[in-house]
């Protein structure tokens, strides 16, 4: 028996030097294999908290950083994670030389292909319409949850130009974004991590013709898919009549354009806010052939500002299509009636009051003009006393001058 127990336990001893020396292996030597068939891979490499990137080393030896690769290797990474995606892979073995994690180890996704649903031809301003985006590797949902939670799909409208690709950088037009969306079960996305991005698209963009592209927000992707839509005026007139009496509510009415919404398919739903803080909800749609809905919110003399939004709902002819319309939020105002009889009076008063100053403003001006009249007249008097001053000192000095020449004329003249 002790001999029985001595060989299992020499097994066991065997069993896990193998296994730590599986592992260490794992550690030292990340190698996997790419097949010829496949035209594009990606890797997603766990490496040790706050370890540098790996680099990834082809089957002819030549390596790849995370700072320096070719056009078509796109690398994503974080502290603990590298995500490299690579268009035409050389086949043969790869390996990724760096702090590997032995859990973990390399995961492979080839054939991954982003698929989209294709949006209408005819888009609306200002309408909002649900559109979802799959991913799949091989075919089949890409459900790797380490991958997907790190993917952000990002869609843009670029003003549509001829022949975009060859103009300089600073000529092409900048592409907006209009939506972002993630696999994480939030807003109309239905379940997290299934691979299935959907998201609820704002058509903001002023009517034209565009190209929608749908990219992978952390570089993963580029331009993976692309599509020219056209964008029309909104076909619905929206109009807030505010009521200035409390025997009347408020309206709001919505108007469908004959010949693009079809009749009796209008509907909407608003939220209406006091100022204090108080919901009313409102709504309706329209009557059967009707192209037009209006909708009463009752008058409220609370003084303030009010609030409303909602959604707006319709059809459009022709293809069926269901429009939705969010309504952005409008306010408007109540305040004090104002007495006109005191307000005239009020007006009254004050320009009085400010003709009354204009009027001792021109006193005064005159006065001070007249007191600068009066300085300059003395000053052009002094001014001419001083000049005949002068003028009568040369004079007298001349004739003083003679009188003392005289005598001494006389004295100089010879005697006979």
Do not use: C
């Not at 000049?387 to 020449?405: D, N, P």
């Amino acid at each position: 028996m002790l001999r029985i127990w001595l060989v299992v336990f020499s097994l066991l001893l065997s069993s896990a030097s193998f296994a730590a020396q599986e592992s260490s292996m794992t550690l030292l030597d990340n190698r996997f294999r790419v097949d010829p068939t496949i035209k594009q891979i990606t890797f997603v490499i766990y490496r040790a908290e706050n370890s540098q990137p790996v680099v990834l080393v082809r089957p002819d030896g030549k390596k790849y950083y995370a700072w320096r690769s070719p056009d078509n290797v796109r690398w994503y990474q974080e502290s603990s994670m590298d995500i490299i995606s690579i268009d035409k892979p050389m086949p043969g073995p790869w390996q990724a030389v760096g702090k590997v994690t032995p859990k973990n180890k390399i995961k492979l996704i080839s054939h991954l292909e982003l698929s989209t649903d294709v949006l209408p031809n005819r888009l609306y301003q200002g309408e909002s319409l649900k559109f979802t985006a799959r991913l799949t590797s091989d075919k089949k949902p890409l459900i790797l949850r380490d991958f997907l939670d790190r993917v952000k799909l990002k869609v843009t409208f670029t003003k549509f130009v001829e022949n975009e690709e060859s103009l300089i950088k600073e000529a092409r037009p900048i592409p907006e974004v209009i939506g972002e969306f993630a696999d994480d079960g939030m807003e109309l996305d239905e379940i997290s991590g299934d691979g299935v991005f959907t998201v609820s698209l704002p058509v903001t963009s002023a009517p034209g013709k565009y190209r929608v592209r749908i990219t992978s927000g952390n570089g993963i992707f580029l331009r993976a898919q692309e599509q020219e839509v056209l964008v029309y005026p909104s076909p619905i007139e929206v109009t807030f009549i505010q009521s200035r009496s409390e025997t009347e509510s408020h309206k709001v009415v919505f108007s469908g354009e004959q010949g693009m919404i079809e009749p009796g398919t209008i509907a909407a739903t608003i939220e209406h806010h006091d100022p204090e803080g108080h919901q009313v909800d409102v709504q309706g749609s329209a009557a059967k052939e009707s192209n037009k809905l209006e909708l009463t919110i009752p008058y409220s003399d609370a003084i303030g500002n009010y609030s409303w939004s909602g959604d707006l709902f319709a059809t459009e002819m022709g293809s069926g299509r269901g429009l939705i319309f969010p309504l952005n939020e409008y306010t408007y105002s109540l305040v004090e009636e104002v007495d006109m009889a005191e307000t005239r009076r009020l007006q009254e008063e004050e320009r009085l009051k400010q003709q009354k100053i204009m009027e001792e403003m021109r006193l005064l001006e005159m006065r001070e003009e007249k007191k600068t009249q009066g300085m300059i007249m003395i000053a052009i008097g002094n001014v001419v006393v001083i000049l005949i001053a002068l003028v009568a000192w040369f004079v007298i000095g001349k004739l003083r001058a003679r009188k003392q020449a005289v005598p001494e004329m006389q004295l100089e003249m010879p005697k006979k």
